[in-house]
């Protein structure tokens, strides 16, 4: 494996591919800090770009994107408490009153030093567990598919909204959609135009619902309010500041680690679940919420450590934790390589360079994240009424390109209306895209296994694997709905 | 808002197995060994979909349950704006998009977003900063157009009306 893992440092410590890695997370970095702008939207703007790449560089770019803006998305939550991503929400707890003090330098270089302590331990965890799961996944049939990808919906569907059901219908909606074209014994569902026999791509699809919909947001209820940054003050952390955090970091990347390895939880519960940690075992406790750099040290590891091992299930097992590594899986498909235990068979060359560019990734991060922090303030200053036209327009241009064709544009458009009404009624978006995206494969496993089994659904339940996935899967949906009931009483 | 997305959740997935899987989703005569038809799993979630709007519907009807159904708070998403102005808002928003897509064939790729970036600025109420809105609408997509045609080799269409014109 050493050896391996050499010959890929060779092979990815080129000039070419440095550029494309600081150019992912220079981009991620910027697009994270700008309210409203995701690590989502991010990979899925530069997917169409990746077409024209070789597969690594491809993948380095949207992982460079990916850790960039989880990073960025800290970046507004401190200035101006409007966190660029979803995962960096609990920053804003005390990253913001530590701004307001004065203090915004010390919270951006607390928040900086955290993220890219997560990312490399991540990054870690990556090389070595990967591989064993891979083999482990290798005695996985399609009945014990079906059920993990079961799983995985049924995680995303309860973590992803306030309501388990709604997450449910989110999930049935993306399902079915994902039925659209050719079936897998070439006969066509729901070909209500020629063009639609080809099916529904990722990419319109994907960027439609979270891209568009934000702008009719902006147009319908006219929240365009500009929001001005604050001075960033040049405090350092101190030696002392760093060595109380030191504890809570490595425990909030390892959280990060664990939770980001299982389907649908992704970094914002783990950096709630971190921070929590953190202040329950902190002397100064008392002072989270007021301004604790241990406060943002615990969130921005957890949500930083994630991004290496959301990539677990996806490499290892060919299933998306999230919507990011759910874009990514199109990406490897595109470039002919299918995420799985077979990766590690086909690809094992390509899956090395992909370990060692993510470890370089995050020595880059650090450098983007200290050369740009002056110029966060002026990005973040974009008011939302003019960044999301320019987002559409450059949704437009990008999926165009995919296909050279209207087809896809009319998707685009179409799916950004159907984001807005799901919007409008507090579905979440999240299980939707995981659903479409695992859709074929959930389809094509259980028709496999009930072929296998002469029609006989009990094949479905019929090995400890299947079993262990599906008692998870109850396991989750009872969690879930004890806790929305008690929400309810309360 | 928990009753009419019960009602309307139910009615779309009810429309798709009554309506629209009989007529879009055929079974072939022949289908091999055991493998279940294609309409098997459009049916499957179909019917899930139903029964989990169902639910929905009949959680919100009572006082008790609501809360479950419906977590969000619908006023706290619409604010105070009255409703027919922000139909009006999406009805505006909606027609642009359209009228993009019929103005690529007459005008091409590059005017028709022009004229929806100049639209959607409109919309946002960003075009009160006229001259920003002005360059920024032509730029941009100027640029994009040079870069994807010039680095991706794109072809995007010109418009029959540029064309006669001999433009």
Redesign the interface.
Known sequence: MLNDLLIAFQAVATFENFLIMAAGIWGGVIIGAIPGMTGTMAVTLAL??TF?MQPIPSILLLVALYKGSTYGGSVSAILIKTPGTASAACTTLDGYPLARQGKAGKALNMALYSSCTGDFISNISLIFIAAPLALLALRIGPPEYFMLMVFALTTVAGVSG??L??G??SA??G??LA?VGE?M?G??????TVDMQGGLAVAPVLIGLFAIPE??K?????N?EAQKPMQLGDNKVTRAELRRSLKSMLKGSMIGVVMGAIPGIGPSAAAFSSYGEAQRSSKHRENFGKGEVEGIAASESANNGCCGSTMIPLLALGVPGDVITGVMLGAFMIHGMTPGPMLFENNLHEVYMLFIGMLFSSILLFGAGKATMRFFSHISRI????M???V???C??GI??IS?S?YD??VL?AM??FG?FM????IPAAPFLIAFILGPML?EN??RA??I???DPSILVSSPITWLFASLAVFVIVITIRQ??K??KA | MGIARGVIITALFGFVLWVLIPIYVPRPSFIPGFAPPPDMWPRTVSIIGMVLGLLLLGLSLSKKTQAIADPEDAGSIRGDTPLPTLLLRFGWSVLAFALFVAAVSLLGFLLASILLLVAMLVLTGYWRNRWVALIVAVALPLLLYLFFSSALNTRFPTGSLLRALGV
């Open positions: 169409p770009f024209y306030r309501s059901l709604l449910l219908v049935c909606l399902l079915l039925t079936d014994y006969s066509f569902r729901f070909d209500l702008l009719l902006i147009v319908v209820f006219r365009t008011p939302p009424g003019l999301a036209p320019i559409l327009i450059l437009l241009f165009f390109s050279n209207m544009v009319i458009l950004g209306v807005f919007f409008l009624f507090a389809e259980l028709r009930l072929a089994s002469r029609g929305q009931l929400k309810a």
